[in-house]
Nanobody, 122 residues
């Protein structure tokens, strides 16, 4: 079992930045691939980014490439999502998730946090 708590969400103007964090506890953090997903009102939850066990591999949705950066600190059992050049369409609840493979589908992730709201004003 892995417990996760997201933080760092908030209200920001377009073009601004936010850094999301996901603190984990439970089973060995470094055994898991960590991902970030988001869900906007009325839309399905979608993949944002993922990072491999050691951090050597990352994967991003096309919509955030070049703007968002995922990172992890295995010593502190945390994963971060640095979001720059934010756009109103980035507005969503952002979720941290854990799995055992580098995958992008919601159904392939085993553990989820409760989410943190990100609102980008125009």
């Amino acid at each position: 079992q892995v417990q996760m708590v997201e933080s760092g969400g908030g209200l920001v103007q377009a073009g601004g930045s936010l850094r999301l964090s996901c603190a984990t506890s439970g089973r060995t953090f470094s055994s898991y691939v960590m991902g970030w997903f988001r869900q906007a009102p009325g839309k399905e939850r979608e993949f944002v980014a993922a990072i491999s066990w050691t951090g050597a591999r990352t994967s991003y949705a096309d919509s955030v490439k070049g703007r968002f950066t995922i990172s992890r600190d295995n010593a502190k059992n945390t994963v971060h999502l640095q979001m720059n050049s934010l756009k109103p369409e980035d507005t969503a609840v952002y979720y941290c998730a854990a799995t055992t493979r580098m995958v992008v589908l919601v159904r392939d992730y085993d553990y989820w946090g409760q989410g943190t709201q990100v609102t980008v004003s125009s």
